[in-house]
Structure formats: C-alpha cells, structure tokens
C-alpha cells in the first residue's frame, strides 16, 4: 500500500512542477500562426485532395480544342427567352410561390 501512495505522490508533484513550467513557457506569436496553420493544414488533408501538396492529387487534364463545346460560336448558340407570366410583378421577375400539400392520412 505504501508504493501506491508513493506512485501517487510522485506522479502529482511531477504534474505540479510540469504545471508551473508550462506557465512560464511561451512563444511568439508568428509561431502560434503558423502552428495553427499546420494544425489546420493536417487536421482537414482528407478533404483536400484537390491541393497540389497532396498526395493524391492529380493534375486536371486540358479541354482538347476540337471538341465540339469549343469550336460553338455565337451564331450557333441557342438563345432562351424569358417566360413572363401574367403573376409576374412589374420588373419582370416572377414571383416565388408554391403550395404545401401534406400527406393525406386515412382516419380511423
């Protein structure tokens, strides 16, 4: 029972002098920046494969110029008219609107 209480006298006033040194540990504040920046950088690398570090990443490949999208021209482009309805307001834009319909539920 005695090396118990001996562990734990050790392992609290280790923790204390840890304490009182981490208190008086401090850094500038471009390297808080740039911790956070990693910290952030590392936390998030899953998600961001499209980045150029990444390991996965791979380079998005060219619209090749003879495909049919590029060699469209003005001339050729279909043209859409607005629809104007007769609820639409003066500017012309037409009003947001729809009905909610719940779920019929039979009685009994």
Do not use: C
């Amino acid at each position: 029972m005695m090396k118990v209480w001996l562990a734990i006298f050790v392992l609290l006033f280790g923790a204390t002098e840890l304490l009182q040194w981490v208190k008086q540990f401090s850094l500038p504040l471009p390297m808080l920046l740039l911790g956070g920046a990693l910290l952030a950088v590392t936390s998030n690398y899953d998600k961001l494969t499209d980045m150029p570090f990444h390991l996965d990443y791979e380079k998005p490949e060219a619209l090749p110029e003879d495909s049919p999208v590029a060699q469209l021209d003005a001339s050729q482009a279909p043209v859409q008219k607005p629809v104007r309805d007769a609820v639409s307001d003066r500017s012309g834009r037409q009003p947001i609107s729809f009905t909610i319909r719940k779920p019929h539920l039979p009685e009994g």
